[in-house]
């Protein structure tokens, strides 16, 4: 599924303390989102057991914080919980962060038989990302889950919640509900396309995200090595595999690239208009 895609940061140039270089990216890629269980403006409670997931259709999301499950490592049969996972001693691995137990997703199983299922596949370990922090020191590496959004930037996305966003693609295809701009506690990012309605709902109650994409999360990484203020503008065009029938980003991608491109053009005027108050 094709789209539009913004991610905007801003670095503060040293010799002029009030002007600032925008580095815009504008780029075309692949996108999965969902949203789920949203209150109070699109915060996410912490505890969404038996909350109904609620669909977002093409709605334009501001992170909090980006990150979530980025790496992850696959563990062979028959360790747990509490076996030392490979090279965890080392520090490139942790058990800190959760995993996901394959079993758990089994189906087609009597009551009886429930506690007793497995899975070779067994456990995936979440992961942090490594960096190199530019004011770090050299060659010593530090662990990322989470890139926070600017909080700067995202007080003056707030202005945004009220802006109208087109809601049908033609006379005959519109969304069902009407799509707004919303500020979320998490998102996550990962290389890998999610139409699944288990997965979504598992990440969801594990890690308390709702959008998700496939591409943010590098330059969000970047930004935080290179200790660049970051946010992050991305448009829903899909439900993640919560949908009813079909995937929907063929019918609204075209949809959500708009929108998303209307939301980016506000947030620069704002934050133009709020710089030269400065």
Known sequence: ??????????????????????????????????GAG?????????????KRLESLD???????????????????????????????NNGDYTRDVG???????????SAADSDTVDNQL???????EEIFPVDGIP????????????????RIAKNLESLKLDACIDSDTCLTTTPKVVLVDRGTSAGFYLDNAAYRTFIYNKFNVSPVDMESASVALICLQQRIPFIAI?????????????NEADTFSPLAA?????????????????????
């Not at 067994?122 to 942090?128: A, E, G, I, R, T």
């Not at 662990?143 to 995202?154: E, G, I, M, T």
């Open 234 to 246: 991305r448009a829903l065009s899909d439900l993640a595999g919560g949908g009813t029938a079909e």
């Open 139 to 154: 060659e010593q590496r530090q662990h990322a889950l989470w890139v926070s959004v600017d909080s700067n930037y995202y």
């Open 258 to 278: 708009t929108n998303s491109v209307a939301v980016v053009i506000e947030f620069v005027k704002l934050l133009s208009t709020h710089h030269s108050k400065l």
């Open 1 to 34: 599924m094709l789209m539009e895609w913004f991610i905007m940061a801003l670095l503060e140039m040293q010799t002029h303390p009030y002007i600032l270089e925008m580095l815009l990216f504008l780029i075309i890629g692949l996108i999965w989102d969902f």
């Open 99 to 109: 995993f996901l137990k394959f079993s758990d997703f089994t189906s087609n199983i």
């Open 38 to 50: 949203r209150q109070n403006n699109g915060s996410i409670p912490r505890n969404c057991d038996q």
């Open 122 to 128: 067994n456990n995936l370990w979440y992961q942090p």
């Open 58 to 88: 093409a709605r334009t999301d501001l992170r909090t914080k980006l990150g979530g499950p980025l790496s992850r490592i696959l563990v062979r049969y028959g360790q747990g919980a509490d076996d030392t996972l490979p090279l965890e």
